[in-house]
């Protein structure tokens, strides 16, 4: 079988061995053992790199017979690290079944460059497409339009009824600014301003976190 796969993580075991986790167009999450040949360069392994796998399933495992370098996605600042490893971060504690949608969306966003709203915008789309969307509009628990918090425990926005002590402090502003986050292009987030961008990362990075250990 062949398939791209974008590099999460890149774990170096020794004597030339790699140990990485891809996600891949055609299967999804996987982790995969490969050997780093005397004459190739690793690039093709290393985290954010896109490359395309050959690859022999063995039981359970699958086997790299094959690999090339599709396109590298290197960081080129410090700036550009932090958000790919953040993208990155995200995704290795979920178990992804293979989505076309969802892989697309992965390999153009860590081909970015991270400036705002670049990662929250991933971060929306992302639970949009897996299925993980936070209720936005409405409280979780009674349906109330009044919204004063965000329950990472309860999945969405809540009203100062419902709201708990931990509970993020919200309002239906921030909701409407998230709702354009993930509907929008991202060309088009570029040429608008945000003034609750560090807020809704916070809530869609623990909701995401939550969901995930569940």
């Known amino acids: 079988m062949e398939t791209e796969g974008i590099v999460l993580r890149s774990r170096d075991l020794g004597d030339r061995l790699r140990h990485i986790s891809v ?4 299967l999804g999450k996987i982790d995969l053992l490969v050997k780093v040949l005397s004459k190739e360069f690793p690039l093709k ?3 954010f790199s896109l490359t395309l796998f050959k690859l022999n399933q063995k ?6 017979l094959e690999s090339k370098l599709v396109k590298e996605n290197f960081p080129k600042s410090t700036e550009e690290l932090t958000y790919r490893a ?3 971060k995200a995704i290795l ?4 079944p293979p989505d ?27 639970l949009f497409l897996e299925g993980l969307m936070p209720r936005l ?7 109330s339009r009044k919204i004063t918090g965000f329950s990472v425990e309860k999945g969405g926005v809540v009203c100062e009824k419902c709201k708990g002590e931990e509970d993020l402090i919200w309002k239906r502003e921030v909701s409407e600014e998230a709702y354009r986050l993930t509907k929008e292009p991202l060309e088009q987030l570029k040429k608008k301003n945000f003034k609750w961008l560090n807020l809704i990362e916070r809530a869609a990075e623990r909701h995401l976190k939550f969901r995930a250990d569940r």
């Open 23 to 26: 996600y891949t167009e055609k």
């Open 45 to 47: 392994y290393e985290p």
């Open 59 to 64: 039981g359970d495992k699958w086997e790299v």
């Open 86 to 88: 953040k993208v990155a």
């Open 93 to 96: 504690p979920l178990q992804l």
């Open 100 to 126: 076309r949608k969802t892989y697309r969306l992965i390999k153009m966003y860590m081909g970015q460059g991270g400036a705002p709203p670049t990662y929250t915008a991933f971060l929306m789309k992302f």
């Open 137 to 143: 509009f409405r409280c979780v628990e009674c349906g």
